[in-house]
């Protein structure tokens, strides 16, 4: 609900004492909790109409759109977790999720269930942070992934600020900074010093390429599920390489593993893609490509992805969108008080 002083009874507006007291209780509780599991928090219906900026809170069996994408976002958070841990966790069910509101990208605060099939069949309760950086194309850090039963206390969370999106992202090589790379030659390909490329039984292995893929496709256009509800299940991967900054003396499975890296995809199956001021031709039989980057820090184990299709014809300016702490938002935001008589 808007509410401007022409059309809004005396009764329901707030003051500026009331509106600071609200707002603030409601971050020191998402402060405690470190943006997860909040159930128990929300602001006074009087005060909808106000400029706060709040989390929306989903349960895993609530409708909601973008299901492709949080679930993969799921998914990124435990390959995030498995290449820092050695485990092999796998997406049980999602629990729930918070993400904050306002602008054009968000943060995602996930709690759901995995398990590791090498250990036990049993569930174990994973956090995972998801902080994008860009509207339009794949650009994201998870910055949170861990066992729920590693999260900081209350107390602990309550002496450290707590910035609603995170601006940062893992250090890399300069091989892996900047813009992404132009589609490698056939001759670049051939060298074997900075390419590896797998053969399908490692690919058909993990799913963790195919789920870069899903987000490509899906960062590039939210609605295709509209258009094609069934899109994943047409999508078929053709072949995989892997650029990384490792020569051929190390192992395929280290070069697979490499905490920073490129990975090129080709496919076939998305009838038509979708990118900002890009066309490109139509039909499931087109061989397509699409470039992942993937950075993880040593030191903090932050996980970045950033990726695009490539093959389109550009059209025009490019504008990418991003945004500012969720903190620094509201902030920015007048209330719409009245003084008291």
């Known amino acids: 609900m808007t509410t401007t002083e022409d059309n809004v009874p005396a009764e329901e507006y707030v003051s500026a004492e009331e509106y600071a007291r609200v707002r603030d209780a409601y971050w020191r509780v998402v402060r405690e909790s470190e943006g997860f599991d909040l159930e128990d928090v929300s602001i006074p219906s009087s005060m909808c109409g106000t400029p706060i900026c709040v989390m929306r809170t989903f349960g895993g069996n609530d409708r909601y759109s973008d299901c492709d994408l949080v679930k993969s976002y799921c998914m990124v958070g435990l390959q995030r977790y498995n290449m820092n841990q050695g485990t092999n966790y796998q997406l049980s069910s999602l629990i729930k999720f918070n993400v904050t509101t306002g602008t054009a990208v968000c943060s995602y605060y996930l709690t759901l269930f995995a398990h590791d099939p090498d250990v036990s069949s049993s569930d174990k309760t994973f956090q995972v942070r998801i902080d994008e950086k860009s509207f339009g194309r794949l650009d994201f850090t998870c910055s949170v992934a861990r066992l729920k039963e590693e999260a900081k206390g209350e107390g602990d969370s309550a002496k450290d600020p707590f910035i609603p999106h995170y601006h940062g992202g893992p250090e890399a090589s300069v091989s892996f900074v900047g813009e992404l790379p132009l589609w490698p030659s056939a001759t670049d390909l051939n060298d074997e010093r900075r390419f590896y490329m797998l053969n399908r039984s490692e690919w058909e292995a993990t799913d963790w390429i195919f789920?870069?893929?899903?987000?490509?496709?899906?960062?590039?256009?939210?609605?295709?599920?509209?258009?094609?509800?069934?899109?994943?299940?047409?999508?078929?991967?053709?072949?995989?390489?892997?650029?990384?900054?490792?020569?051929?003396?190390?192992?395929?499975?280290?070069?697979?593993?490499?905490?920073?890296?490129?990975?090129?995809?080709?496919?076939?199956?998305?009838?038509?893609?979708?990118?900002?001021?890009?066309?490109?031709?139509?039909?499931?039989?087109?061989?397509?490509?699409?470039?992942?980057?993937?950075?993880?820090?040593?030191?903090?184990?932050?996980?970045?992805?950033?990726?695009?299709?490539?093959?389109?014809?550009?059209?025009?300016?490019?504008?990418?969108?991003?945004?500012?702490?969720?903190?620094?938002?509201?902030?920015?935001?007048?209330?719409?008080?009245?003084?008291?008589?």
């Open 211 to 341: 789920t870069y893929l899903v987000l490509v496709i899906y960062s590039h256009d939210k609605l295709i599920v509209t258009r094609d509800r069934y899109y994943r299940s047409n999508l078929q991967i053709v072949n995989v390489v892997i650029e990384t900054s490792a020569d051929d003396s190390e192992s395929s499975i280290e070069r697979f593993k490499a905490k920073s890296a490129h990975v090129y995809i080709t496919f076939t199956g998305l009838a038509e893609p979708q990118a900002p001021r890009q066309s490109f031709k139509v039909g499931k039989h087109v061989e397509r490509k699409a470039i992942v980057r993937r950075v993880i820090c040593e030191g903090t184990g932050e996980m970045s992805l950033l990726g695009k299709l490539c093959g389109g014809k550009f059209t025009g300016k490019q504008r990418s969108v991003t945004r500012g702490s969720g903190e620094e938002a509201q902030s920015s935001k007048k209330a719409r008080t009245r003084g008291r008589s």
